[in-house]
Every structure is written in structure tokens, then in C-alpha cells.
């Protein structure tokens, strides 16, 4: 069976506040579980004026401490920012004020652009290099503490925090198999490597104390909506937003337009870096969901929308809540 969970990337629009963001981001977290979604990520992303998401952990004690009983955690924590004790200690934290609920997913990009990397790791001396013994160290921080042991994460030792690892190409994959752990695929804006990356990790996965199988986890954008017309309008913030990435014009989230302004060499990049999506009427997206399920075999969708509107937005994601319950009745085929 297929699960169907949320990416929230709590997106500050033009003209708007982070303080409404968060607010906002509440709300759908709250309609959400209503919805039936398995768990509501937030991602680690730096000086990005469309993002306010940057303090991860916080963010996620808001959003937990909001709900009930949906699982809440990190899509994810760019680990080569932080020194692996303190993401120890503030999940520790976090799955001690909510226990049984709280997920740490891990990847390994800086989040942001390489200056604000290096501002984020002043003094650490980290680097994606070190990834694979930064983990190593951030998962010893949750093992049994023994009383003789020098550093400890308090709270964090002996605490099962269930950790995801991340990723756009075979690194995260080929790490994810060897240790055993879920891995979600970031489909949503780099969906170039899918299927080798999952491939790999299905063909070399090892079973492990927290994972006895493959555990595979992809990102869609999903833009619901009464008509095709109407979430493909609402799908142009998203494209203007690659766009300005494109243009080195990064900015908040824009109000979709009724037609976008762009070179053909733009129009393809945009359409290749966004094409693992769902836009249209629930029919629409229906076929385009079903489609995803089959020709990835994933374990689970998460889904995300950059939608200015926050009506808008909460529509799109009960729209898609509605299909998704349908498709996920039956398992669907492998590829």
C-alpha cells in the first residue's frame, strides 16, 4: 500500500510575512490531518526570500505541538550545517515532547547558496564530504548512552527517532541501502536520477533494526483544482519561481499570471526540473498519480505546492488527499 504524506516548504508570498507563513502553515498541517495524511516534513532551506523555513526544528515543534497524531519531522535537516550532537539533542527534544511522532530526514546539499554555507558551518569545518561519518556520529548520539561515555545527547540517547536519508542522485541512495533506512527521493525539483537512484537502493538494500525492507519515499508537486485551467494558473508561481532561479532573481512566492513570459531554452529547463508533478482537476491529477505510483513502485508520496493562495493551497492538498485515498486501496504493479 501506498502512504500519502505532506512537504511543506512554508513559503513567505509577495507581500507577506513570515509570521503569516507560519500561521499559515499551522493550518494546513491541522487540515491535514484530517485529511488523512501519514506525516507533515518541513525543509531546511537558508536565504531564500520565498522560504522561511530555515529554524527546521522549531518549526516542527510548532506544527506538532498544533496536532495530535500525525507524524511530524524534517524533509530534512541538512546535516553538513550542524554539528550531529545538536540535531541529537533537538529531536531528542522534540521526540520527547512528543513522543512516537517525530521523523529526521537527513540530506546532505547546504540548503542554500555556498555563501550562506559557509556562514551556517563557520568553525564547523563540515562538508558534504563528511557526510556518511556525520551520520554515523548523529545515529551513535541516539544508541543506549553508557555511563562511561564522554558526550551524550540529553535528551537523545536511547530514543528511537526513525532517521530518512534524503537525496537527487545515488549518493543518499547508495547510503540509505547500506544502512538499512528509508530513502525519499527529491523528485519535486531534480527528478533527473529517479529511477537509477531508486533502482540502487532496491538492488542493494540491507535489512537493519529499524528497516527490515526497502522503504521508498517520492516527492511530487501536486496543483489541484476545480478545472486543468485553474491549477495550471496556479502551478505559474512555481514555474516563475524556477524561472528566477534560472535568471539569478530569486524573490517570494509570486501570484500565478495568466501566461508565462519566458525563452524556449527557459521553458524547457523549467519543465524538465518540475515535470515529476500532478496539475489539474481531480480527474487530472487521478491519472497523473496513479502513473507516478506505478512507474516508481513507491512505498509513499509526499507532496508539496507552492501556491500563493492559501485557500488555493488548502484545496489542492484536500483535492489531493480525496484521489490519493482512492489510489492507495489497492497496491499498484511495480514498473
Known amino acids: 500500500m501506498t502512504l500519502y ?25 491541522q487540515h491535514a490531518e484530517t485529511w488523512g495524511y501519514h506525516r507533515y516534513w518541513l525543509a531546511e532551506h537558508h536565504n531564500i526570500p520565498g522560504i522561511a523555513s530555515a529554524a527546521t526544528s522549531v518549526l516542527i515543534g510548532h506544527v506538532a505541538g498544533g496536532t495530535k497524531s500525525m507524524r511530524v519531522g524534517s524533509g530534512g535537516i541538512m546535516l553538513p550545517n550542524h554539528a550531529p550532537l545538536v540535531i541529537a539533542e533537538q529531536f531528542g527534544t522534540l521526540e520527547s515532547l512528543y ?12 540548503g542554500g547558496d555556498q555563501n550562506t554555507a559557509r556562514a551556517l558551518r563557520r568553525g564547523l569545518g563540515s562538508s558534504g564530504d563528511t557526510f556518511p561519518q556525520d ?9 543506549p548512552a553508557s555511563p562511561f561515555e564522554p558526550v551524550r ?48 537502493y532496491r538492488d542493494h538494500f540491507q535489512p537493519s533494526a529499524q528497516l527490515a525492507k526497502p ?6 508537486n501536486v496543483f489541484a483544482a476545480e478545472t486543468d485551467a485553474e491549477a495550471a494558473r496556479l502551478f505559474t508561481s512555481l514555474q516563475q519561481a ?12 509570486r501570484p500565478p499570471v495568466d501566461a508565462m ?15 515529476c508533478s500532478a496539475v489539474g482537476s481531480a480527474a487530472t491529477i487521478r ?49
Not at 504524506?5 to 498541517?29: C, H, K, M, N, Y
Not at 551520520?135 to 544508541?143: H, I, P, T
Not at 524556477?242 to 512566492?253: A, C, D, K, Q, T
Request: charged share 20%; net charge negative.
Open 215 to 220: 522503504h521508498v519515499i517520492v516527492g511530487v
Open 135 to 143: 551520520l554515523r556520529e548523529l545515529r551513535s548520539y541516539f544508541a
Open 5 to 29: 504524506s505532506l512537504l511543506d516548504l512554508a513559503p513567505i508570498v509577495q507581500g507577506g510575512t513570515a509570521t503569516e507563513t507560519f500561521r499559515r502553515t499551522l493550518d494546513l498541517a
Open 261 to 275: 513570459q519566458w525563452t524556449e531554452a527557459e521553458e524547457a529547463y523549467v519543465h524538465r526540473m518540475t515535470r
Open 99 to 110: 513522543p512516537g511522532r517525530i521523523d529526521l530526514g537527513i540530506g546532505r546539499a547546504p
Open 287 to 335: 491519472e497523473r498519480l496513479a502513473e507516478i505510483i506505478e512507474n516508481t513502485s513507491a512505498d509513499e508520496l509526499i507532496i508539496t505546492a507552492q501556491i500563493f493562495d492559501h485557500g488555493a493551497r488548502l484545496r489542492s492538498f484536500e483535492l489531493a488527499a480525496e484521489v490519493l485515498r482512492e489510489l492507495v486501496v489497492k497496491p499498484v504493479g511495480a514498473c
Open 242 to 253: 524556477f524561472l528566477g532561479m534560472v535568471r539569478g532573481n530569486r524573490s517570494e512566492l
Open 153 to 200: 545527547a540529553i535528551p537523545g540517547a536511547g530514543l528511537s527517532v526513525p532517521i530518512y536519508l534524503l537525496g537527487s542522485s545515488d549518493f543518499s541512495a547508495r547510503q540509505a541501502a547500506l544502512l538499512g533506512l528509508p530513502f525519499g527521493f527529491a523528485s519535486h525539483f531534480a527528478p533527473d536520477y529517479l529511477y537509477e537512484a531508486l533502482a540502487l
